[in-house]
C-alpha cells in the first residue's frame, strides 16, 4: 500500500476508527481470520504497519526530550511497544471484524497481480527506509525534473495519492495521534500542560493549512521516489484501481487501522515514559 505519511509528530481514535469501520459493512459479512492475516501480506499492510515504529523517535521530541537521552532504554522500549508482533494481532483484530470478504477479495487479486505484486516489492522496501530525508530530496528532485519537461506523471501520482487518502483524514489523523500522545504523557505525569485538550486542539487547527501543504508535498515526492521505475502507463492503471469504490472503502478501513494503531502504540510509549529516567550508555 502506497506509504503511511511521516513526519516529526509536534490522528484516529479508537472510537474513530469504529465508527468509519462499522458504517462500511455489517459485522456478519465480515472475513475469515485466516485469510486477513494473508490479506495483509499480498497487499504489503504488514511491512506498512511494521514502518510505525520508524516515526518512533519523534515521540520524546514532542515532549521536549531527546531520544538518546534515555540511551540504550530507548532502543528496548521502542522494540518492546512497537513489537511487530503486537501491531499484527491488533490489526487482524480489527480488521477480521470489519473487511468483508468481498472487498479483501477484490484488493487481494489486484494486489495479486503481476503489476500489483511488483507494486508491493517497491512499497514494502519503501515503507522500511529508515533515511525519509534522502528519500524525500530524492522525490522531489525527480518531481522538479517532471515539471521542466511538462510530463503527465505529476498529475498521475497526484490522483494516485488522492485515491488512497485525502490530506483531510491525514491531517485529522496526526492531530489525533498528538493529542492521544501528549494528553496521555500529561496523565503519566510526563509533562505538564500548559493548555486543555480544547485549547490543544484549536492550536493544532490553526496549523491545519501548513500541515495540508507538507502532507501533499511529502506525498508527492514520497510516490516519486517509490514508482519511479514505473512507467506512466503503469502508475496510472494503479490510480485506476485505487479509484474503484471498493478499493476506497479497502483504503479508508486499513487507513484508519493504520492511524488507530499508531495512536495505541504512542499512548503506551506515553505511559512507558513515566517510569524512564534519562540516563547515559557507559
Not at 501491531?87 to 503489476?115: G, K, N, P, R
Not at 503503469?234 to 486499513?254: I, N
Request: proline share 2%; hydrophobic share 45%; with cysteine.
Amino acid at each position: 500500500m502506497p506509504q503511511l505519511f511521516r513526519t516529526p509528530l509536534v490522528g484516529l481514535c479508537l472510537s474513530l476508527a469504529f465508527v468509519v469501520l462499522s458504517a462500511m459493512q455489517p459485522a456478519h459479512a465480515a472475513a475469515d481470520r485466516t485469510k486477513v492475516e494473508a490479506f495483509l501480506e499480498v497487499t504489503g499492510f504488514d511491512v506498512a504497519l511494521e514502518s510505525i515504529r520508524l516515526s518512533a523517535d519523534s515521540a520524546p521530541a514532542m515532549l521536549g526530550i531527546q531520544a538518546d537521552a534515555f540511551g540504550s532504554e530507548w532502543s528496548r522500549l521502542v522494540g518492546e511497544v512497537f513489537a511487530t508482533e503486537t501491531m499484527h494481532e491488533m490489526a487482524i483484530d480489527i480488521l477480521s471484524q470489519t473487511l468483508t470478504e468481498e472487498l479483501l477479495s477484490h484488493a487481494a487479486d489486484f494486489y495479486a497481480s503481476d503489476l500489483g505484486v511488483r507494486l508491493v516489492a517497491v512499497e514494502n522496501k519503501s515503507h522500511m527506509e529508515e533515511d525519509d530525508a534522502n528519500k524525500t530530496e530524492t522525490g522531489e528532485a525527480i518531481i522538479a525534473g517532471l515539471v521542466r519537461i511538462g510530463s503527465p506523471r505529476v498529475e498521475i501520482l497526484n490522483r494516485l495519492n488522492s485515491a488512497s487518502s485525502t490530506e483531510d483524514n491525514a491531517v485529522r489523523a496526526i492531530q489525533e495521534v498528538q493529542v492521544r500522545f501528549l494528553m496521555t504523557a500529561a496523565a503519566a505525569g510526563v509533562i505538564e500542560l500548559q493548555m486543555d485538550e480544547a485549547d490543544l486542539r484549536a492550536s493544532m487547527r490553526s496549523q491545519e493549512g501548513e500541515m495540508r501543504r507538507a502532507i501533499q508535498a511529502n506525498a508527492l515526492a514520497g510516490s516519486a521516489y517509490t514508482y519511479q521505475a514505473f512507467s506512466d502507463d503503469e502508475v496510472a492503471a494503479y490510480a485506476e484501481a485505487l479509484e474503484h469504490p471498493k478499493m476506497r472503502r479497502v483504503y479508508e478501513l486499513m487507513n484508519a487501522v493504520q492511524y488507530e494503531i499508531m495512536a495505541n502504540r504512542f499512548e503506551a510509549v506515553a505511559r512507558r515514559l513515566a517510569g524512564m529516567q534519562p540516563s547515559q550508555d557507559l
